[in-house]
């Protein structure tokens, strides 16, 4: 089974700051990760397939990168409806998927 | 735009079983795998269980495997999971989630609301 690993769990950044999270895997799973946001008391949203690739309707600010082993969601300037909480997923052994644990963003 | 509810989810005692149902509309829903995924209370997404357009193949999660069982209704536009042997631990929101449109982008692209299944006596 793929192991998944997120740095930091969890942040405090100020409105406007940069943020990079990191996501690792256990093996090599090419660019077989998506990123999804969570908020309170709402479904998960899509932010990132394919690694790096933007979904529909999703904030430019927000990009992926990576392959491989590791990989990063950066928010290029933190807005106020960016403190959620942020999950990687690996798609490699689809049918079977794996969420990272999470990383919490927070307002400093 | 995709919709999906889930319902089902209730208070239920340790050791019994549950059916959730998922009702899927606006999309062709013959035509797409379906999933569940689950959220224990202050925990992190866990992956629970897949079915495929035709439901002929399933796959489940270790930590479910032997007590969920995946099952849908192509006329129905319905997917349903039901749990059996329910512990403390299969407490969660379940989520129904659809997957992107596009043949080989599995990421699931629509959720429903979620159902909360509560396990305690």
């Known amino acids: 089974a793929v192991q998944m690993t997120q740095s930091p769990s969890s942040l405090s950044a100020s409105v406007g700051d940069r943020v990079t999270i990191t996501c690792r895997t256990s093996?090599?799973?090419?660019?077989?990760l998506g990123w999804y946001q969570e908020k309170p008391g709402k479904a998960p949203q899509l932010l990132i397939y394919d690694a790096s690739g933007l979904q529909s309707g999703v904030p430019v600010r927000f990009s992926g990168s990576g392959s491989g082993t590791n990989f990063t969601l950066t928010i290029s300037s933190l807005q106020p409806e960016d403190f959620a909480t942020y999950y990687c997923l690996q798609d490699y052994t689809y049918p079977r998927f794996t969420f990272g644990p999470g990383t919490k963003v927070e307002i400093k | 735009e995709v919709q999906l509810l889930e319902s089902g989810g209730t208070l239920v005692q340790p050791g019994g079983s549950l059916t959730l149902s998922c009702a899927a509309s606006?999309?062709?829903?013959?035509?797409?795998?379906m999933t569940w995924v689950r959220q224990a209370p202050a925990k992190g997404l866990e992956w629970v269980s897949t079915?495929?357009?035709?439901?002929?193949?399933?796959h489940y999660a270790d930590s479910v495997k032997g007590r969920f069982t995946i099952s849908r209704d192509n006329s129905k536009n319905m997917v349903y999971l039901h749990i059996k042997s329910l512990r403390g631990d299969d407490t969660a929101v379940y989520y129904c989630?659809?997957?992107?449109?596009?043949?080989?982008?599995?990421?699931?692209?629509?959720w429903g609301k979620g159902t909360l299944v509560t396990v305690s006596s």
């Open positions: 079915i495929g357009d035709d439901g002929s193949l399933t």
């Open positions: 989630a659809k997957p992107m449109g596009v043949a080989g982008l599995n990421w699931f692209e629509s």
């Open positions: 606006r999309f062709t829903f013959s035509a797409y795998a």
């Open positions: 093996q090599d799973i090419r660019n077989h």
